[in-house]
């Protein structure tokens, strides 16, 4: 610990030294930090202030989006300054604050899209127990074990950085502070380091994707026996997901699962985790769902104080009703398993998810 105070601060070496590749860099992040805050604030609040917060895949989306929002904040102002800063330097303590915090919020969302695909694998395979299953209790438990899960995962990163004695060159290759690039500049053996920073973050990142895409796995073998319109309804709820899930976990199994080695494209990778997926996790969400298109809609009117015509105002959630019914109808297989007495809960909703 001593040894590691040795240090007081780091430079980030970013992308280019080039001045001209640091001035696109910091309008092309500028643009993309912007649309972040906008599109993920946008989902939350929607969702917060419409009846959708009230079905368990929207509730964990409304979350999703304050994680995206809190997970790149982490890094993406501190990437934009560097880029037109003249010293590129931060210090020991907001080094490891940053990469506590990454790995925190990184942690919540990977629980985060763990628990939208148990409500998709419930909604599909298990309709007429939806309700009892994907309880508001149940979701708020998932949601508190998502946020411990995150805190043990980071604390574990924290605690392998923060006993590292760091004595050799200051200068970290990329453009926040990680586990991998601080363990090239420790003078001591970090092997052993190595394969803990493995089990943690790899591992975890791995068993992970494996129980994502069995989920699915399960989601395609029920699917086989509805009808061709039913499957492919049923399966138009999973696609925003799926997509998200391959985007994310992707470029973080490249960089976690193999041994303790940094390389120059790990800087390229990073950005789909930190900045590529938060930016476009609200398109993918909403482009092709009636029902968040609504409840933005909805929030619109809201903050200008105009109403609009009520009569088409009707008719707009008669289609959203609708749309939800159809939802409720595919998520039990086959629309004759719901009976007059079944009720569906609203959480099964959400047809273009």
């Known amino acids: 610990m001593d040894g590691s105070r040795n240090v007081t601060q780091f430079i ?4 280019s030294p080039q001045k001209e590749i640091q001035v696109f860099c910091f309008f092309l992040f500028l643009l993309c930090y912007l649309a972040i805050l906008a599109g993920n604030l946008l989902v939350s609040v929607s969702i917060t202030f419409s009846p959708l917060f009230h079905q368990p895949m929207y509730f964990f989306l409304c979350y999703l989006s304050l994680s995206d929002l809190c997970y790149t904040s982490t890094v993406t102002p501190k990437l934009i300054v560097d880029q ?55 979701c708020q438990a998932m949601l508190a074990a998502s946020c411990a899960g995150g805190f043990l995962h980071s604390f574990g990163q924290f605690v392998l950085a923060i006993f590292l004695p760091y004595c050799g060159p200051r200068r970290i290759d990329h453009y926040f502070c990680d586990v991998y690039p601080l363990l090239k500049l420790a ?45 492919h309804k049923a399966l138009s709820t999973c696609t925003a997901h799926v997509t998200v899930v391959l985007l994310f976990f992707a470029p973080l199994l490249f960089i976690y699962i193999r041994p303790a080695t940094t390389r120059p494209e790990d800087k390229v990778f990073a950005l789909f985790y930190t900045i590529l997926v938060p930016m476009l996790n609200p398109l993918i969400y909403t482009l092709r769902n009636a029902e968040m298109k609504h409840a933005i809609r909805r929030l619109w009117s809201r903050i200008t104080g105009n109403q609009g015509n009520p009569s088409k105002n009707t008719g707009e959630n008669d289609q959203v009703n609708q749309s939800s019914r159809e939802s409720a109808g595919t998520e039990c297989g086959n629309f004759n398993l719901c009976s007059k007495n079944t009720t569906i809960h609203p959480g099964g909703g959400g047809s273009h998810l």
Not at 192 to 213: D, H, P, W
Request: hydrophobic fraction near 45%; proline fraction near 2%.
């Open 12 to 15: 980030l070496l970013g992308f």
């Open 84 to 138: 037109v800063a003249t010293e590129k330097s931060i210090s020991y303590e907001g080094c490891m604050a940053q990469l506590f915090a990454m790995h925190f919020f990184g942690g919540i969302e990977v629980f985060i899209l763990t628990g939208m695909a148990y409500d998709r694998y419930v909604a599909i395979c298990q309709p007429l127990r939806y309700s009892s299953i994907m309880s508001r209790p149940r």
């Open 187 to 231: 003078c001591t053996d970090t092997s052993r380091m190595g394969f803990l920073v493995i089990a943690n973050s790899g591992l975890m990142g791995l068993v992970t994707f494996v129980v994502l895409l069995g989920s699915y796995g399960v989601i395609l073998s029920t699917v086989r026996s509805f009808s061709l319109a039913q499957r």
